[in-house]
């Protein structure tokens, strides 16, 4: 076995449309941070469209801001960071594609990774997109999800490993926001897609840039009454009065820095999700879309119910047999054993944007690192473990809040 110490640092932005200049700066006073207090990631995580801004409603209006993968200015600010800090950056961004074959020019939401020498090592498109990313003429990735290698240098070996192991090469994946959810929504809610496919493939890194929204939002999918939507909107633009910044960034100077590697999140059951639609306590993370994120990955939980769950499907694993068309793993559950991710583990890095867009937008913030540990807490008389953060399989190593632009860095081991 092989254990890795993941230095991470995770930047949660506030970009507006027309102002990535102004969004540039604001990161790089962030990452600044890091270097006052000595520290030296090895990853650095931006959100989904991390310069940009996100309310894109048309393909005349996002073209300007769409960039090839390997140039202009979404590159050139990632290879910037990576040259100065030595370390992988992942920025999420409009991508704009010709296709040599056809000429024909393709949009996607994507995510480039660059590497310390400033060169894209892999490139994501978004699979699931979500009612925005259709505005304006976005393609799902033609091949979904995948799966892609980063190196990082190896802190300690035991038994069974080379002793000449100076580089582990750690699989990883990346899932932008709506990969999360259900295929447009209407997936079976328990396919865990996303999720599913980090479990069959062994995946020990997960990396979510994110645009994620709070309740408080109205949405297209908006199904509450038009009394209680007027009073989102009311005080979505009360917010906005009082809190100006959360629209105007650049007119705020207070940002969230969390570099304290023991500080971590307290835990919260869903059941106790009180906030309601104010948004208020900018600095605390918004811990009903954490609760839901971590529910998002059932396949990685350890739960009380896998060896029942096990034998009622061992009929529906033996009729797939080796299609390799369908997921291998069912909620977590495999055709040699109840949980698949039993003593395994995984880190999870969620960068998610905050602020408001227009007048019926208000993303989550809440930027976190998490650790599914894959130890086993049941047993025949144990109380049933809850689908959210209050589950012990799951470690909230630490948080941004939900209103606030800062940097959450993270010094993580992981073992392969």
């Known amino acids: 076995m092989v254990k890795i110490k993941l230095k991470i640092a995770i930047v949660q932005l506030n970009p507006q449309i027309n102002q990535i200049a102004n969004t540039e700066n604001r990161a790089i006073k962030l990452l600044n941070k890091l270097k006052v207090h000595n520290l030296t990631p090895q990853l650095i995580i931006f959100p989904e469209f991390g310069l940009t801004g996100y309310n894109f409603h048309s393909k005349a209006q996002i073209e300007p801001y769409t960039t090839f993968n390997n140039k202009g200015y979404n590159y050139d600010f990632a290879k910037k960071v990576s040259n100065e800090f030595q370390c992988y950056t992942i920025l999420g961004y409009p991508e704009k594609f010709i296709s040599k074959e056809t000429k024909k020019l393709s949009l996607y939401n994507s995510t480039m990774v660059i590497n310390a020498d400033g060169k894209l090592v892999h490139n994501y498109r978004k699979s699931f997109l979500y009612d925005t990313d259709e ?72 990396i979510c840039p994110m645009a994620w929204l709070n309740s408080l939002s109205v949405t297209k999918r908006e199904q509450a009454s038009d009394i209680a939507i007027k009073e989102k909107l009311h005080e979505i633009t009360k917010l906005k009065k009082e809190m100006p910044f959360l629209c105007k960034p650049s007119e705020n100077d207070k940002y969230s820095i969390n570099l304290d590697n023991s500080s971590t999140t307290p835990r919260k059951e869903s059941c106790e999700n009180t906030e309601g639609p104010a948004f208020r306590d900018l600095n605390k993370p918004d811990m009903e879309n954490v609760n839901y994120w971590i529910l998002r990955f059932t396949p990685l939980l350890n739960i009380n119910y896998r060896a029942k769950w096990w034998k009622q499907l061992k009929d529906i694993f033996v009729e797939r047999g080796s299609n390799n068309e369908i997921s291998s793993s069912i909620l977590g559950v495999t055709k040699e054993k109840p949980w698949g991710f039993q003593d395994s583990n995984a880190i999870l890095c969620m960068s998610n944007r905050c602020g408001i867009e227009e007048d019926n937008t208000v993303f989550a913030g809440s930027s976190g690192i998490y650790k599914f540990n894959g130890k086993d807490f049941t047993n025949e008389e144990s109380t049933p473990l809850t689908l959210d953060s209050s589950n012990p399989s799951v470690e909230l190593l630490g948080n941004l809040g939900k209103g606030e632009e800062g940097i959450l860095y993270r010094e993580v081991e992981l073992e392969l």
């Open 135 to 206: 505005e304006w003429g976005c393609e799902e990735n033609p091949i979904g999800f995948n799966k892609f290698e980063l190196e990082f240098p190896v802190s300690q070996t035991t038994a069974g490993a080379s002793a000449n192991c100076n580089k582990v090469k750690v699989p990883s994946a990346i899932g932008i926001c709506m990969d999360l959810n259900p295929y447009k929504f209407e997936a079976p809610f328990n396919d865990f897609e996303f999720s599913s496919f980090v479990l069959d493939n062994k995946v020990k890194l997960i």
